[in-house]
């Protein structure tokens, strides 16, 4: 299998070529603008097959690209590829335009193609293991009760658009797990930093479960914490790799398990690995796609109520 990778910024370099490159039975054509950074990181890895312009990837003979390249640059890139008729994974967010983002899922549905996106939250080992069910919301035996995920950021302010699409997409789409809210049922709370914005908390209920979504941007520190309860039960994450459980009263810790890489602890290995199965079998799942769209609808929602 050949796969175009487009864009090696920091995000790639970082999260997705170390594990792309261990993938078996996967090659990698890279493509940048940047012709010194091609050259290094194509000896670094060496990827004998490279290029300059993303259209020329299709006379290369890749099976499938990943674009992780600047958000203003996504939308034409994912609907160059989707009109080729090859699966596309894009780095959260698809756009910052949810018009866009409408036109790339109904080219992505009239060619039958799977239109990925890169939320990595989604799996994260430990979360999924402690709560085996809590993407789907809990089962009938252990329904959940809330979710709040807190991602926060030190002395970050931004303008609106940018926080809410690049940034503050991480916490509402993991607790998006339903993807069924109604967007005049969210609670929407805000606050500035003169003309730029520092702060949202968005949170809603669905059914019997109350979720939560806040992002400090003026925090002591950069942090993320989750909190899921269930009844009499209560599990909190302080990172990717540790938290705590409490049941009945009893305290008990929780660890990935000792020699776990850390890109696997942050979901980049279980998310690459799914993106693999996905170009395999052409399609993905309905739900995921749905869930998808409606996250960067509800972006697009905030936006309008904040701008």
């Known amino acids: 299998m050949k796969i175009g990778v487009i864009g090696l910024g920091d995000i790639a370099e970082k999260a997705h070529?170390?594990?792309?490159?261990?993938?078996?039975?996967?090659?990698?054509v890279f493509c940048t603008r940047n012709p010194e950074r091609l050259a290094q990181l194509a000896a670094k890895y060496r990827i004998t097959t490279t290029c300059t312009d993303y259209r020329?990837?299709?006379?290369?003979?890749?099976?499938?690209?990943?674009?992780?390249?600047a958000t203003f640059s996504h939308f034409d890139i994912a609907h160059y590829f989707l009109s080729q008729g090859l699966p596309v994974f894009v780095?959260?967010?698809?756009?910052?335009?949810?018009?866009h983002c409408e036109t790339l899922h109904e080219l992505a549905e009239a060619k039958?193609?799977?239109?990925?996106?890169g939320f990595n939250r989604r799996y994260i080992p430990l979360f999924n293991r402690c709560m085996p069910n809590y993407q789907q919301g809990g089962d009938n035996q252990q329904p959940l009760l809330s979710l709040?995920?807190?991602?926060?950021?030190?002395?970050?302010?931004?303008?609106?658009?940018?926080?809410v699409f690049d940034d503050y997409i991480h916490p509402l789409d993991s607790i998006n797990i339903s993807a069924a809210v109604n967007a005049?049922?969210?609670?929407?709370m805000h606050q500035r930093d003169g003309e730029q914005l520092a702060r949202i908390d968005v949170q809603w209920q669905h059914q019997q479960t109350i979720y939560h979504a806040s992002m400090h941007r003026l925090h002591g520190c950069t942090q993320e914490i989750v909190t899921a309860n269930y009844r009499n039960q209560t599990f909190q994450f302080?990172?990717?790799?540790?938290?705590?459980?409490?049941?009945?009263?009893?305290?008990?810790?929780?660890?990935?398990?000792?020699?776990?890489?850390?890109?696997?602890t942050k979901g980049f290995h279980a998310m690459h690995e799914h993106w693999i199965s996905v170009i395999d079998s052409g399609k993905q799942d309905s739900q995921l796609t749905a869930r998808n769209l409606h996250s960067h609808f509800l972006c697009e929602q905030i936006y309008q109520r904040l701008k």
């Not at 070529?17 to 990698?28: D, T």
């Not at 039958?112 to 996106?117: A, D, G, K």
């Open 148 to 163: 709040r995920w807190e991602k926060h950021r030190h002395n970050l302010t931004g303008d609106i658009r940018t926080f």
């Open 17 to 28: 070529l170390p594990v792309l490159a261990q993938l078996p039975n996967v090659e990698l």
């Open 112 to 117: 039958s193609l799977p239109l990925f996106m």
């Open 238 to 264: 302080d990172s990717f790799v540790s938290g705590k459980h409490w049941s009945q009263g009893v305290e008990s810790r929780l660890q990935s398990p000792d020699w776990t890489p850390m890109l696997a």
């Open 56 to 69: 020329q990837l299709v006379s290369l003979g890749v099976d499938a690209v990943m674009i992780h390249s």
């Open 91 to 99: 780095d959260k967010p698809l756009s910052d335009n949810y018009a």
């Open 184 to 188: 005049n049922d969210i609670q929407v």
